[in-house]
């Protein structure tokens, strides 16, 4: 099995466009400093990439996966503690599904 010349172009210009993004990002903000709307919308990112993946899957779950994610939801704003969170929205999952 041989590698085409077009094909590896490809991978190491992916790699080259990936690093250069990641580098990009952390270059300029050793220089600059953002201001405070950028900090806090940089400090909320996980949480919302979170939920962009969680949603469709609670979606296309029906009613038991959004009300497993509702509980899910109220154990993490109550407790605080992820790991609990995730056990009580499986486990409400595992019941309402007959567990």
């Known amino acids: 099995m041989t590698l085409r010349w077009e094909v590896l172009a490809a991978i190491l210009g992916m790699v080259a466009a990936t690093f250069l993004c990641r580098a990009g990002g952390y270059a300029i903000l050793r220089v600059t400093r953002p201001p ?3 900090q806090a919308m940089l400090q909320h990112l996980p949480g919302a990439i979170f939920v962009a993946f969680l949603a469709p899957a609670l979606a296309q779950g029906g009613w038991q996966s959004c009300v497993a994610g ?7 704003a109550r407790l605080g503690r992820m790991a609990v ?12 599904r007959g567990g």
Not at 70 to 76: E, P
Not at 85 to 96: D, E, F, M, R
């Open 36 to 38: 405070p709307f950028i």
């Open 70 to 76: 509702g509980v899910a939801l109220l154990v993490q």
């Open 85 to 96: 969170s995730i056990l009580a929205g499986v486990g409400v999952l595992w019941l309402l």
